[in-house]
């Protein structure tokens, strides 16, 4: 069985438990691509991290795309990734194209309100769009901004903080005011690497059931 074919199965498992198998969405990936992330690319985790999400779009999305962002204090909407080419495809799109921006410091706005031209007025759907924002510390508080504002849009952000920096912004997440529903939430994982497949859907997937219910009882969904 292929790498991707194990994920996928993994992924299933997760997503029938939480019911979650009848669900159709749209699945973005946002990688932190500042300076402190270069390790991250370099030995192949965050290729790794592609291939694992990559395996819930194909769950959630009918094609079975994963869209792509990177981001530093600049960001690049990258070309979407399908089981048909995820091969190298950090090496390919991201470490060798001269065009992406990386390894400088971050600034989380600008990709955020890219995802949601892109997922509200570029190609609006009826389906939510699930956006895994993966980061590895000193996120903006400026952030707020595009969380209050997409609030009432079918996009519902998933961050992950990496490493062992300081995640103080988004661990304040659940206590924002001014959002129309709780369209966000964040979890931490020292490494990455060491953790199990079952136990990273598992906490991806953790509130995103309650905001689809939110989110149908407020008429968003």
Not at 33 to 53: A, D
Not at 76 to 83: F, G, Q
Not at 88 to 103: A, P, Q, R, S, T
């Amino acid at each position: 069985m292929s790498t991707i074919s194990l994920l996928k199965k993994k992924a299933g498992i997760v997503l029938e438990k939480k019911q979650l198998t009848n669900v159709v969405a749209r699945v973005g990936l946002v990688l932190d691509i500042s300076g402190s992330m270069r390790g991250l690319y370099k030995n192949g985790t965050v290729q790794k991290v592609v291939e694992r999400i990559l395996a819930v779009a194909s769950q959630f999305d009918d094609d079975g795309t994963l869209d792509v962002w990177v981001y530093d204090n600049e960001f690049s909407r990258l070309k979407s990734v399908t089981e048909s080419d995820f091969v190298n495809y950090v090496e390919d799109n991201i470490l060798n194209n001269d065009l992406i921006h990386k390894f400088v410091r971050n600034d989380e706005p600008p990709v955020m309100e890219d995802v949601i031209e892109k997922y509200t007025i570029e190609s609006p759907f009826k389906e939510p769009a699930f956006i895994v924002f993966i980061n590895d510390g000193g996120c903006k508080r400026t952030i707020k901004k595009p969380v209050v504002e997409s609030s009432n849009k079918l996009i519902f952000w998933q961050f992950v903080g990496v490493g062992d920096s300081n995640f103080e912004v988004l661990e304040k997440l659940d206590s924002m005011e001014g959002r129309f529903v709780d369209n966000a939430n964040f979890f931490h994982i020292k490494d990455i690497e060491r953790t199990t497949d079952e136990e990273l859907y598992n906490q991806l997937l953790n509130e995103f059931p309650s905001w689809l219910e939110e989110a149908k009882t407020k008429g968003i969904l």
